[in-house]
């Protein structure tokens, strides 16, 4: 069965704070997304990566950094926590083709 | 730039009722269309899926959804609405060229009264 495994379903940390989001799929897949999920706002890309070490900005990057270091991990990270990125965030990957997303369970992330 | 729409941001029926979710896309040609659920809590499962061909597409879960070119439309269907069925709805499309990237509605809340 394929996964998209979020490190922790639950956070809270502090304003400043760094703070690293973990994600790793089991399925090879090429493209891999990080988004936030805002009440009223649906879902938006905060970053993308196609390969290894390669990322593009989303949306909303602003306040956010990636890193790609191996295929399977896709890791989110927040340079100082401020409490309007309290948020619900998922990540998600798919194969290069253009293929369906799969998601994870998503992280619910409290600043406060 | 592509969007999606999703109108209803809220709808309400009974269980055992028909159910049909609107979304409408804008993009230059012919996306790839998806439907994702969300129960509360979760990550999101796919529930169908239309790349091209029958414009009828049958999903997981009883669900379907009929792909309307010419009113640039994808919207979801259920005959018979379950209490487990409530739930957050949200239709993508993914461009067939280039990027890949999944683009979302903002989602439509369904609930399901006894």
């Known amino acids: 069965d394929v996964k998209v495994t979020q490190s922790s379903r639950y956070l809270v940390k502090r304003t400043g704070e760094k703070v690293f989001l973990e994600c790793v799929q089991d399925?090879?897949?090429?493209?891999m997304f990080w988004y936030r999920q805002d009440p009223g706002l649906g879902l938006r890309l905060i970053y993308f990566?196609?390969?290894?070490?390669?990322?593009e900005k989303g949306d909303i990057p602003e306040g956010y950094s990636v890193s790609r270091e191996k295929k399977e991990r896709f890791s989110l990270i927040l340079e100082s926590a401020s409490t309007n990125q309290t948020s619900m965030y998922l990540c998600?990957?798919?194969?290069?083709?253009?293929?369906?997303?799969?998601f994870g369970q998503g992280t619910r992330l409290t600043v406060v | 730039a592509q969007s999606v729409t999703q109108p209803d941001i809220h709808i309400t029926v009974s269980e055992g009722a028909s159910l049909e979710l609107r979304c409408n896309y804008s993009?230059?040609?012919?996306?790839?269309l998806f439907w994702y659920v969300q129960s509360p809590g979760q990550g999101l499962q796919l529930l169908l899926k239309?790349?091209?061909?029958?414009?009828l597409v049958q999903g997981i879960k009883g669900f379907e959804a009929e792909f309307k070119r010419s009113q640039s439309s994808f919207n979801l269907r259920k005959p018979s609405v379950h209490w487990s069925d409530a739930a957050e709805y949200f239709c993508?499309?993914?461009?067939?060229?280039?990027?890949?990237?999944?683009?979302f509605g903002r989602g439509t809340s369904l609930i399901v009264h006894p």
């Open positions: 998600a990957s798919s194969y290069q083709g253009g293929t369906e997303a799969f």
């Open positions: 993508a499309v993914v461009p067939s060229r280039g990027s890949y990237i999944p683009t």
């Open positions: 239309y790349f091209s061909g029958d414009t």
């Open positions: 993009y230059g040609a012919t996306p790839y």
């Open positions: 399925m090879d897949h090429e493209n």
């Open positions: 990566s196609y390969d290894v070490k390669m990322k």
